[in-house]
């Protein structure tokens, strides 16, 4: 490396005795990190295609399976937001390595639990424990990688994050109805071993990162109890109800009231008691900054339109075209394979175009994917959902990689580890935010629809006499007599008349995701520049 790369690379906030490599490939350390990425981001969609056999087997109802579900994203928010300040007290590889060896004792626990409140409270250790590997991941790769080449870094770590979810549905199918849902998290255990020992091995805490923490005790520990007790309070209020709203009824219900309350009580006192701390547990003046603050935006509706239709999609095709659990999870599959494709790719333009015009022409590609689902009716095919997901994968490195190079910049060293959670806080709340909306509008809609579409049948009106009679016709052709017939036909236009209140409802739903994707691309425009000629003057 140059003098003047080696410059430039200080400047961004990397210097080369700050390298997590340790002498080791730093391409290595990326493909060595990214495997517990994609067993906890797998984790957090694997299970959901299991409730329905988790609930039988544990003689429990659905609505109470969704706890699993539930209690692991509270427990991961919490930890998530925090993870930034206990990395750099413990030790960002230490903190690492404890994350890992948690998540994974407690996914060998998950897969013997023997009740569903056994089942809920390793779901919540599974958490705390997936929580903190995000940030450690990203700050490791930052730590690895010049600021030129961390593009290239968080390309792969980028394919565990995006690709997981799109074919966590097909493998949870698969295993579930294959083996048991207990396998669901059996898996992750030697996955975790893997992990522990190639991370043990390879990665090394970087002499800067041990200097910092060496100051940061020296100076005495103070633990900012209060602002954890906001933090822990506040968020897993606001994921508690954005989990459980549509479910009850959302401000119809006490519960969801005062859960809603307490959260916006907490994150608003949150505030001006982080501002005042010296050594804050989150430090939020960071959302300040103009380009970490863009990139928190951006990554708060890449999240909601990822998680959204992962979720969206596969429901859309089981309940309206009676897919199997698997063949829905395989229409996410090539979307998995697009983005695998593209994010080498993507990763080589980070160090040659400016990320605002890479996010800008990601959030138009989503937008464009979300307009394309507009179109869906009971006639589509396989392709039409296929293809729908392909476009969302285009456009989804060239939001995830820029997105989060371009949060680093001009980043101090000190404060890579909180720069890393709140990212992956952005992502974990636009994600809740994203599916709570959705479901929201799927309802309300489904109602509004309902109302109107409802009015048309009646025995007056022109239409719908047209069409019992026809289908009247039909039944008496099959061989049922006119009674049979005619009550056969009124069921069929009711059923037809559900799925055409559905699919507009859905039609909706795409329509604000689609919206949501349109508003990122001003937040984008407002990032600065950042040099991109260095890193050609150091090749």
Not at 33 to 62: C, K, W
Request: glycine residues 10%; hydrophobic residues 50%; aromatic residues 10%.
């Amino acid at each position: 490396m140059t003098d003047i790369t080696q410059g430039a690379a200080a400047a961004g906030g990397w210097s080369p005795e700050r390298s997590a490599a340790g002498g080791h490939n730093p391409y290595l350390i990326a493909f060595v990190v990214s495997i517990a990425t994609f067993m906890e981001v797998l984790d957090t969609t694997i299970a959901n295609v299991s409730l329905r056999h988790i609930a039988g087997g544990l003689a429990v109802g659905l609505d109470e399976s969704t706890y699993v579900i539930t209690s692991y994203l509270v427990a991961n928010a919490i930890v998530l937001s925090i993870s930034g300040w206990l990395s750099t007290v413990i030790g960002r590889k230490r903190f690492y390595m404890m994350c890992v060896a948690t998540f994974s004792a407690a996914s060998l626990l998950c897969g013997f639990a023997w009740s569903l409140e056994a089942l809920v409270l390793f779901r919540i250790l599974q958490g705390l424990g997936g929580g903190g590997m995000a940030t450690s991941e990203q700050a490791i790769l930052a730590d690895s990688f010049p600021p030129h080449k961390r593009g290239q870094a968080f390309a792969i770590y980028g394919v565990a994050v995006v690709v997981a979810p799109v074919i966590g549905p097909t493998l949870g199918g698969w295993i579930t109805d294959t083996y048991s849902w207990h396998w669901v998290f059996l898996i992750n255990v030697p996955m975790g071993l893997i992990s522990l020992f190639l991370v043990g091995t390879l990665v090394k805490e970087p002499s800067g990162a041990e200097e910092e923490r060496g100051k940061l005790l020296a100076k005495g520990l103070r633990v900012d109890y209060v602002g954890f007790i906001l933090v822990a309070i506040g968020l897993g209020s606001l994921e508690f109800v954005l989990d459980e709203g549509q479910r009850n009824d959302w401000f119809g219900s006490t519960m969801i009231v005062v859960f809603a309350c307490l959260s916006a009580f907490c994150l608003l006192a949150l505030i001006p008691w982080e501002l005042t701390r010296e050594d804050p547990i989150v430090d939020i003046r960071l959302l300040g900054r103009r380009q970490f603050g863009a990139c928190f935006v951006v990554m708060l509706g890449t999240g909601a339109v990822l998680i959204s239709t992962t979720q969206l999609i596969p429901q859309l095709l089981q309940t309206e075209l009676n897919y199997t659990a698997m063949l829905a999870g395989l229409a996410l599959s090539p979307g998995g394979v697009a983005t695998l494709v593209l994010m080498p790719v993507v990763g080589r333009l980070v160090g040659m175009v400016q990320p605002k015009y890479l996010i800008m022409t990601g959030a138009a590609i989503c937008a464009v994917a979300m307009w394309h689902l507009t179109g869906i009716n009971g006639d589509i095919t396989y392709g039409y959902a296929a293809m729908a997901r392909i476009l969302l994968a285009l456009g989804l490195p060239f939001l995830f990689l820029p997105v989060t190079t371009a949060s680093y910049d001009g980043m101090p060293p000190d404060k890579t580890n909180q720069a890393s959670a709140l990212i992956n806080v952005a992502r974990n709340i636009g994600g809740s935010v994203g599916v709570a909306l959705a479901q929201t509008i799927l309802a309300q809609r489904q109602q509004f629809h309902q109302s109107r579409l409802i009015e048309h049948l009646a025995p007056s009106d022109l239409g719908y006499q047209q069409s019992v009679d026809a289908m009247t016709r039909f039944f008496q052709a099959q061989g049922s007599n006119a009674s049979d017939a005619a009550s056969q036909a009124i069921a069929w236009v009711g059923r037809t008349l559900q799925q055409q209140v559905d699919f507009l409802a859905y039609i909706d739903v795409f329509w604000m995701l689609a919206i949501i994707a349109v508003l990122m691309i001003p937040v984008a425009a407002i990032l600065r520049p950042i040099d991109l000629r260095a890193p050609a003057r150091g090749h």
